[in-house]
């Protein structure tokens, strides 16, 4: 692969493009497609979307270096569909002209969502592809021909084996989320797949961050691809207000039904690191009166839908999540991402935050942390380049350093802070007073060794 071109950019800023005021009617869009973007009131392209569909409809090859919710999924939708419905030669029976790949089933129906409602004036017909259902509704729509497959992997890569589809008629492949994809070990799958493929094609790769493995994926895949990258890697965007509290483990279901206690907190979202503790604390929601749905990789996919469908709806304010739903889902009006449980990778905190500050919305991220969990916050921290700011009493051996404010303001040294008070409650959060607890069995414990 040849170097990757970078278009515009600033300079001492690696890989970020000087954008001019662009509409999608100046990037060389269908009117089909034009109708359907005004129908949906998208009538300004984000910066991904300004930068990818003129070289995408040129047929360059693109790397594609982006945070959650940038507008990745146009960016790469509404040029294939372009492209598609300018040939007339449609799809034959089990061979599809273009495969779009995602890490989850989730993602793959969002994108399923997307080209439909780009592409309901175009007469192309697409199909999402995935485990954990029956083949058969599949395998039906294969046969009887499609324009566009968006699969995972796996289930792909079995239905190739047994004959229900030919790759072989490709003309662009696109790779979405593809570190995650390889986080979960699809990437021997992803390597099967693409060997199935004519090596004449346009080929995309979309990622949040760019490791080692990925940069060889690419490297294997892409042809003197156009490189773009709308914000430094795995950096949140500054939109997103961040703080954490210190408590410990068994304070922390208390603390979540309090500060949920705020009106403010109307849709949100929890991380867990376990599908256990994500059914746990829905449930423990759910007695409190508190409306919850969990969702992870155990659930069915009827179940997973369900409770997506909920959580959109507003019938529930509490979505508990696995880092299953870390990527991919789009959810608007997320007002807050709460880390139950801190994740052991540092990126995988930016990937749950980013469920927030959507769509140029603002949003806020609360974390909570156990002394067991406190090299994971410095991870965290040591990626961001930047302290979270601390809500209620920070631990004693907690150094002080420059963090950024709790609004978003960046100052100098951390304050510190009067422990939050839930509203209208007159008492400190269960964090503050677990803390004090904390101190004083230090204290005590100290005062023993002395005498």
Avoid: W
């Avoid at 995408?56 to 372009?82: E, H, N, S, V």
């Avoid at 760019?210 to 949140?236: H, W």
């Avoid at 309090?258 to 599908?275: C, E, G, H, N, Q």
């Amino acid at each position: 692969m040849g170097r990757p071109e970078t278009e515009g950019a600033v300079p001492g800023l690696k890989g970020l493009l000087i954008l001019k005021s662009e509409t999608f009617s100046t990037l060389g869009l269908a009117e089909p497609l034009l109708r359907a973007l005004n129908a949906r009131n998208h009538t300004q392209p984000t910066p991904i979307q300004a930068q990818a569909i003129p070289a995408l409809l040129k047929g360059r090859d693109m790397l594609g270096i982006a945070q959650t919710g940038t507008g990745k999924t146009g960016a790469f939708a509404l040029p294939i569909l372009q492209a598609l419905s300018s040939r007339p030669n449609h799809a034959k029976g089990r061979s599809p002209r273009a495969l779009i790949l995602a890490p989850t089933r989730e993602l793959a129906i969002q994108i399923g969502d997307e080209l439909r409602a780009y592409g309901k004036r175009l007469p192309l017909r697409h199909s999402v592809i995935f485990g954990g259902v029956g083949q058969k509704p599949q395998t039906d729509a294969l046969a009887r021909g499609l324009d566009i497959v968006v699969a995972t992997p796996g289930r792909l890569l079995d239905l190739l084996q047994q004959g229900h589809v030919r790759l072989d008629a490709i003309t662009h492949l696109v790779l979405d989320e593809a570190d995650r994809m390889l986080d979960m070990g699809f990437v021997r799958d992803v390597r099967k797949i693409v060997a199935a493929l004519p090596p004449r094609r346009q080929s995309l790769l979309f990622s949040a961050t760019m490791p080692a493995e990925v940069a060889r994926l690419a490297g294997e895949l892409l042809k003197d691809p156009l490189r773009v990258e709308v914000a430094p890697q795995s950096t949140p965007v500054e939109r997103i207000d961040q703080s954490v509290y210190h408590v410990a483990s068994g304070g922390k279901l208390a603390l979540l039904a309090d500060i949920l206690a705020d009106p403010a907190f109307a849709r949100v979202i929890v991380f867990s690191r376990t599908k256990h503790r994500a059914n746990r604390v829905a449930e423990q929601l759910e007695k409190r009166g508190i409306g919850a749905e969990a969702i992870h990789g155990n659930k069915s996919q009827s179940a997973r839908q369900r409770a997506l469908a909920r959580f959109r709806s507003g019938e529930v304010g509490v979505l508990v999540a696995t880092d299953i739903a870390a990527r991919g889902i789009d959810i608007e009006g997320v007002t807050h991402v709460v880390n139950f449980e801190l994740p052991n990778e540092p990126e995988s905190y930016v990937h749950r935050i980013g469920r927030t500050a959507r769509a140029g919305a603002a949003g806020a991220a609360v974390a909570f942390c156990d002394p067991a969990e406190r090299s994971y916050l410095r991870d965290i921290e040591r990626l961001m380049g930047q302290r979270l700011a601390v809500i209620g009493n920070a631990p004693d051996d907690l150094e002080e350093v420059p963090q950024q404010g709790p609004r978003g303001h960046r100052g100098g040294a951390a304050k510190k802070q009067r422990p939050h008070r839930a509203r209208g409650r007159g008492k400190p959060h269960p964090a503050a007073a677990q803390n004090r607890n904390d101190q004083r069995r230090r204290r005590a414990r100290g005062e023993k060794k002395a005498a």
